[in-house]
């Protein structure tokens, strides 16, 4: 797998936390919502940054800021298979 442009990995994760501030607290995200707000085109380019979106949404995980849900419950990247939706962290 290449590696993920560290640019564009911080400009998704910006575009990430700026639609959760947007939200409810509780609300989340579908990582197609990040792509399409990152995506400067008007067709379907947006598709491409649907990995380096979840790639983000891991990182940002990882850095405690998001927490990424199946089903409402919060999963790890290991065990998750499909779709994925992004929410705040609860705070500790």
């Known amino acids: ?5 560290p640019h564009l990995t911080y400009q998704l994760e910006q575009v990430i936390m700026n639609l959760l501030e947007r939200r409810a607290p509780t609300a989340s995200i579908c990582p197609s919502e990040a792509a399409r707000e990152a995506y400067e085109g008007d067709d379907e380019g947006w598709r ?3 990995e380096p979106t979840r790639q983000a949404a891991w990182h940002l995980a990882a850095a405690g800021k998001v927490e990424v849900t199946q ?8 065990e998750t298979r ?3 939706r992004i929410r ?4 500790s």
């Open 1 to 5: 797998m290449a590696q993920p442009d």
């Open 71 to 78: 089903s409402g419950h919060p999963v790890t990247e290991p």
């Open 88 to 91: 705040r962290a609860n705070p």
């Open 82 to 84: 499909g779709p994925i």
């Open 48 to 50: 491409a940054l649907m």
